[in-house]
């Protein structure tokens, strides 16, 4: 088990509604990245933030946000949602540019 | 963009048998290449990583191949246990020094199923 937790671990929301995901990486590391899991599929990489900048971000509009925090914790908000919303949504936090990424249990979103 | 294809879907193995999941990939550039096991209601676990400086890595029952001139490497699995039963991913990565985000690109996963 590693040391990222999640929350919530589920919730619901309805079509145009906003989210905030929220995401405690593991102890002495400096990176967070964020990935969406839909069903059936492997993880696609939302963005990355380190020394609280992002600093890389994979193929999603900009209504997907995020923020890092001085203690290295972590947020992902999405507005205006809609249906293909719904997901996993995957903290992963790692220790500089090339260490392993080690994922928390993911909070799985419902929209409505 | 990186490009992971992954193959089988599903396999199903006896206990005590061998389990082999092939990935290619299609960035000459990636160098950076693990694996991901996800059990059930739960986030993937990394259970094994290699580089591009080795063609095979060892850990116990798990081994990883890598072939960088084919761009494939596969997950192999020894000895298979019922608790091995999860979906497995691989994943490719360009390992970055100048500051860029780790971004890994999985493949679509493989259900392994291991019966007793």
């Known amino acids: 088990e590693t040391g990222v937790t999640q929350s919530p671990t589920h919730l619901i929301k309805t079509r145009g509604q906003q989210v905030t995901l929220r995401c405690s990486s593991q102890s002495g590391h400096n990176t967070v990245s964020w990935y969406q899991q839909a069903l059936g599929q492997g993880p696609q990489f939302i963005f990355q933030?380190?020394?609280?900048?992002?600093?890389g971000r994979g193929n999603f509009p900009p209504r997907f946000s995020g923020l890092q925090f001085p203690n290295y914790s972590s947020e992902l908000n999405v507005n205006a949602l809609e249906l293909d919303d719904s997901a996993l949504y995957l903290c992963?936090?790692?220790?500089?540019?090339?260490?392993?990424?080690?994922f928390g249990e993911g909070s799985r979103l419902t929209v409505l | 963009g990186e490009n992971v294809e992954q193959h089988p879907s599903t396999l199903s193995v006896q206990e005590g048998d061998s389990a082999v999941i092939k990935c290619t990939y299609s960035d000459s550039a990636s160098n950076y290449f693990p694996w991901y096991k996800q059990e059930l209601g739960k986030g993937p676990q990394l259970i094994i990583d290699?580089?591009?400086?080795?063609g095979e890595k060892k850990d116990q029952r798990i081994a990883v191949t890598l072939n960088k001139t084919a761009k494939h490497f596969s997950l192999h699995i020894t000895e298979t246990q019922p608790e091995d039963s999860a979906v497995y991913f691989c994943?490719?990565?360009?390992?970055?020094?100048?500051?860029?985000?780790?971004?890994?690109?999985f493949g679509s996963g493989t259900q392994l199923t291991v019966l007793p």
């Open positions: 290699i580089r591009s400086n080795v």
């Open positions: 933030y380190y020394r609280e900048e992002e600093n």
């Open positions: 994943a490719a990565s360009e390992d970055e020094s100048s500051g860029s985000a780790r971004q890994l690109t």
């Open positions: 992963a936090s790692g220790r500089g540019y090339t260490g392993e990424l080690f």
